[in-house]
């Protein structure tokens, strides 16, 4: 375990002590999928899927997650082992701005039901319609929420709009400094209302994430539940989980500067 993650480790800690919250039962799997080797010197790159039992406040969820991980050995002794950051988007500046042009899906009401149905679906996997990326965390919003039903409006211009067509997508579809720019400021298609607190969210909501509070933000996460306190529960992807606390305290990528933006998405579409 290095500095960063003993000190998720005892973030954790101090967050769930706070807010009566405790892991009942952990269990995980290694999964090897690169050897390299120099002298007495391995190095293996694996998968780590784990997942805990946590009981909150009188009510019990299961979280997973999926870390990618290397450790190194001499010998047979461990000299490091260390979870693998996740890559930040080359796009991270664009911002979407709102289009005029016609929309060309529409929808009266967004299914909320369907897009915790598809980010359950889908949290550790691909889904082979639509393209992959590195980063790919936004996309995997966008997809939840189209499958709620969010209208895609402004194709092709990749600045306008929120969108998916083939080979093509907006800014604000895969980038998550375009999406948190474009939730703040569309007013038809797919819209969404600013609240305070993450309490406050439903499952179907969106939260963002800039974790260095410079202002560039970096991550989205869909919320898919509430815990026994009543705060949101989240899936992602890049580093893949599902029912994660929404605070990310436990991610290597959490700084006191962080800053959250917290998105109820209409349930009028219009």
């Given at each position: 375990?290095?500095?960063?993650?003993?000190?998720?480790?005892?973030?954790?800690?101090?967050?769930?002590?706070?807010?009566?919250?405790?892991?009942?039962?952990?269990?995980?799997?290694?999964?090897?999928?690169?050897?390299?080797?120099?002298?007495?010197?391995?190095?293996?790159?694996?998968?780590?899927?784990?997942?805990?039992?946590?009981?909150?406040?009188?009510?019990?969820?299961?979280?997973?997650?999926?870390?990618?991980?290397?450790?190194?050995?001499?010998?047979?002794?461990?000299?490091?082992?260390?979870?693998?950051?996740?890559?930040?988007?080359?796009?991270?500046?664009?911002?979407?701005?709102?289009?005029?042009?016609?929309?060309?899906?529409?929808?009266?009401?967004?299914?909320?039901?369907?897009?915790?149905?598809?980010?359950?679906?889908?949290?550790?996997?691909?889904?082979?319609?639509?393209?992959?990326?590195?980063?790919?965390?936004?996309?995997?919003?966008?997809?939840?929420?189209?499958?709620?039903?969010?209208?895609?409006?402004?194709?092709?211009?990749?600045?306008?709009?929120?969108?998916?067509?083939?080979?093509?997508?907006?800014?604000?579809?895969a980038v998550a400094h375009s999406m948190r720019w474009?939730?703040?400021?569309?007013?038809?298609?797919?819209?969404?209302?600013?609240?305070?607190?993450?309490?406050d969210l439903q499952p179907g909501d969106i939260i963002?994430?800039?974790?260095?509070?410079?202002?560039?933000?970096?991550?989205?996460?869909?919320?898919?539940?509430?815990?026994?306190?009543?705060?949101?529960?989240?899936?992602?992807?890049?580093?893949?989980?599902?029912?994660?606390?929404?605070s990310y305290e436990d991610s290597t990528a959490w700084?006191?500067?962080?800053?959250?933006?917290?998105?109820?998405?209409?349930?009028?579409?219009?």
């Amino acid at each position: 375990m290095t500095v960063d993650e003993r000190k998720c480790f005892e973030r954790e800690q101090k967050r769930m002590k706070q807010i009566n919250t405790r892991v009942l039962k952990m269990s995980g799997q290694i999964v090897p999928y690169r050897y390299t080797s120099c002298g007495d010197d391995r190095t293996i790159h694996y998968m780590y899927d784990y997942a805990r039992f946590v009981l909150a406040n009188e009510s019990f969820y299961l979280e997973e997650s999926r870390e990618h991980r290397r450790s190194v050995l001499k010998g047979k002794k461990i000299i490091q082992d260390k979870r693998l950051p996740t890559s930040k988007s080359v796009e991270m500046k664009k911002e979407a701005s709102e289009s005029s042009g016609k929309s060309f899906e529409r929808t009266s009401r967004y299914n909320r039901l369907e897009a915790v149905k598809y980010a359950e679906r889908w949290w550790n996997a691909y889904n082979p319609q639509y393209h992959h990326f590195t980063d790919n965390c936004t996309n995997f919003i966008s997809q939840c929420l189209k499958a709620g039903g969010a209208p895609m409006h402004g194709a092709p211009q990749r600045d306008k709009g929120w969108w998916y067509s083939g080979d093509n997508w907006s800014y604000s579809w895969a980038v998550a400094h375009s999406m948190r720019w474009y939730l703040s400021g569309a007013t038809n298609g797919l819209t969404a209302k600013e609240v305070e607190r993450a309490s406050d969210l439903q499952p179907g909501d969106i939260i963002c994430y800039d974790f260095d509070g410079d202002g560039h933000w970096e991550h989205n996460t869909i919320v898919v539940m509430k815990d026994g306190n009543h705060e949101p529960l989240v899936n992602a992807q890049t580093e893949n989980s599902r029912n994660r606390y929404w605070s990310y305290e436990d991610s290597t990528a959490w700084t006191p500067n962080i800053a959250y933006k917290f998105f109820q998405i209409n349930d009028r579409l219009m």
